[in-house]
Structure formats: structure tokens, C-alpha cells
């Protein structure tokens, strides 16, 4: 699924020529993570407000308690819009998946394809599970010249996506808009 997503977003870009090697370059992470129900007096925040650093995550939640589908799953992810001051819940249906652009890819779009702020908000009485399926880039990524232009100045060099992951994990940058502005932005 993420490749087949790749693909098409490389095609629409024009930049069809670059996937072969982006792919042959392509290193996953999966993990499973479980939300608790916040116990009384705690904040219902399940994961602070950040970006992913990846180039694309594919996100499954709740949808299987065992192996009896659940009509609802326990949802909670909340996304920031890309001009907006408020949280926007998403509501996932069984069996659904999200993908989501990380820090990586908004680099390599040239800031073309935002990478969402979002967060996890507890509620109710069911914990919280989801699957996230991570996507990163062995070697240095280079933004394809053909997503620079007169309305689309270059604003990232060229980067290497495991030091933009270092540099979040010893910088706390955390608290930034942006990792990749911070770490490869012109």
C-alpha cells in the first residue's frame, strides 16, 4: 500500500523517474501502540501534539478486539489543519486506514505536501490501539529540481532522512513547527 501510494504521489509530481531508486532505498518500522484510559486527575492526552519524522506513515486503529471486529473503533487522533488554530477528531470507520505525509516527505516536496501536526485524546472507557506503519529513506534524499520553480523557491537541502532523525532526538525538537526547517531548511 505505501509503495503503490508513492508511486502515485511521485507520478502526479512529475517525478516518476525518481521512484525505482526511492524505493530500493526504503526501510519500514511497524509498532503497535496501546492508549490507556487516563486514570482520575490525568490529562486524556495519549501523544502530544508533533509531525512525524517519516516520509509517509499508514495508520490502522482499533477496529479488532481479538479477532471480533468491533462496529467502532476507539478513536482519538486528532489533526491541526495547515492554516488552522483548532483540532480537528478524525473518525475512522473498521478496517480503514490513514496515511499521513511526515517530515521527510514535506522536505522532499519542497513543502509542496504538508506534514500534519496531530495528537491522541483519550476518551471514554476503552483503551486505544493502533498499528502505525513507518517509511524512511536509507541515504540522502534529494528535492527533485523539478518541484523547484519561480512559485516554489527551494526551501530544504538536500538531507540524509536518519540525521533528520537524529537531530530530533537530540535536539528535543519536539517543540518545533517543523524538524525538517529546523534540520535541512534553506
Known amino acids: 500500500m505505501e509503495q503503490l501510494i508513492k508511486r502515485m504521489v511521485f507520478e502526479s509530481y512529475g517525478v516518476g523517474k525518481y521512484y525505482d531508486s526511492h524505493i530500493a532505498s526504503t526501510t519500514y518500522l511497524l509498532r503497535t501502540m496501546k492508549y490507556r484510559i487516563p486514570q482520575m486527575g490525568e490529562d486524556n492526552i495519549g501523544a502530544e501534539a508533533h509531525t512525524d ?40 470507520s473498521p478496517n480503514s486506514f490513514l496515511v499521513m505525509a511526515g517530515d521527510a516527505c514535506l522536505a522532499w516536496s519542497n513543502g509542496r505536501i504538508h506534514s500534519a501536526t496531530h495528537r491522541v485524546m483519550i476518551e471514554g472507557s476503552k ?23 519561480e ?36
Not at 482499533?62 to 488552522?84: D, H, R, S, T
Not at 483503551?127 to 523547484?148: C, M, N
Not at 537531530?167 to 534540520?183: C, G, L, R
Open 53 to 92: 519524522k517519516s516520509f509517509f506513515t499508514i495508520l490502522h486503529q482499533n477496529g479488532v478486539n481479538g479477532l471480533e471486529i468491533k462496529p467502532n473503533g476507539v478513536n482519538g487522533l486528532e489533526i491541526k489543519p495547515k492554516n488552522g488554530d483548532h483540532w480537528l477528531r478524525l473518525q475512522f
Open 151 to 186: 512559485q516554489h523557491p527551494l526551501r530544504f537541502h538536500s538531507f540524509n532522512h536518519y540525521g533528520l532523525l537524529g537531530y530530533f532526538s537530540t535536539h528535543h525538537s519536539d517543540k518545533m513547527p517543523s524538524t525538517a526547517n529546523a534540520y535541512c531548511g534553506v
Open 127 to 149: 483503551e486505544r490501539y493502533s498499528t502505525a506503519l513507518f517509511s524512511y529513506h536509507k541515504g540522502i534524499i534529494d528535492i527533485p529540481q523539478e518541484l523547484v520553480d
